[in-house]
């Protein structure tokens, strides 16, 4: 006898292969206690067990979400609080605070100069990372040159353009 070809997958291989089972023992008196659960909330056993899944879920997004806020918050409120406490170490006692950056990192080597703006007041910072400008700055300022802040230095130099050209302009005009 001939044997009938098979024509395709059937109904129940498919159905089973995109609907898998998931299988788990628990005591009867947690079966008893899920299923007293269910009932009060009008729901079967399997959609109690997906909303719990989906609120986890949820729950564990949210407790992400909130942990990375409080850990940034956290972070930055430490980092102001040292800042701030660096700096005023620094005011009361600046070669205290240069021992411990050394004691920190022995191959640092800080340096911090504070020059006043000759033009406006504002403090101009100099650092050790600033390289040579620093000593010709330092040069600048003993020497008693001008000492200016990269805001007035713009403006100044603005301003000796702007008149540079009316001067070209009114000798131009008495020119012709």
């Given at each position: 006898m001939a044997r009938r070809k098979r024509r395709g997958e059937r109904y129940i291989d498919r159905w089973l292969?995109?609907?898998?089972?998931?299988?788990f023992y628990i005591s009867r008196d947690e079966y008893d206690e899920v299923k007293r659960i269910a009932e009060s909330k009008g729901l079967s056993l399997k959609e109690l067990a997906l909303e719990a899944l989906k609120n986890v879920a949820k729950f564990r997004e949210d407790l992400e979400k909130r942990y990375g806020e409080?850990?940034?918050?956290g972070y930055d409120?430490?980092?102001r609080r040292g800042f701030r406490r660096a700096l005023r170490m620094f005011i009361d006692d600046p070669h205290a605070f240069y021992n411990v950056v050394k004691r920190v990192d022995s191959y640092l080597e800080p340096m911090l100069i504070v020059h006043q703006c000759?033009?406006?007041?504002?403090?101009?910072v100099f650092t050790h990372r600033d390289g040579g400008g620093v000593v010709e700055a330092i040069k600048?300022?003993?020497g008693?040159?001008?000492?200016?802040c990269e805001k007035c230095r713009?403006?100044?130099a603005w301003y000796v353009d702007l008149m540079k050209k009316r001067?070209?302009?009114?000798?131009?005009?008495?020119?012709a």
């Open positions: 292969r995109e609907h898998p089972r998931v299988t409080g850990y940034r918050d409120k430490g980092y000759s033009v406006c007041g504002e403090p101009i600048d300022a003993i008693g040159k001008d000492f200016r713009y403006a100044f001067r070209e302009r009114e000798s131009s005009e008495v020119g």
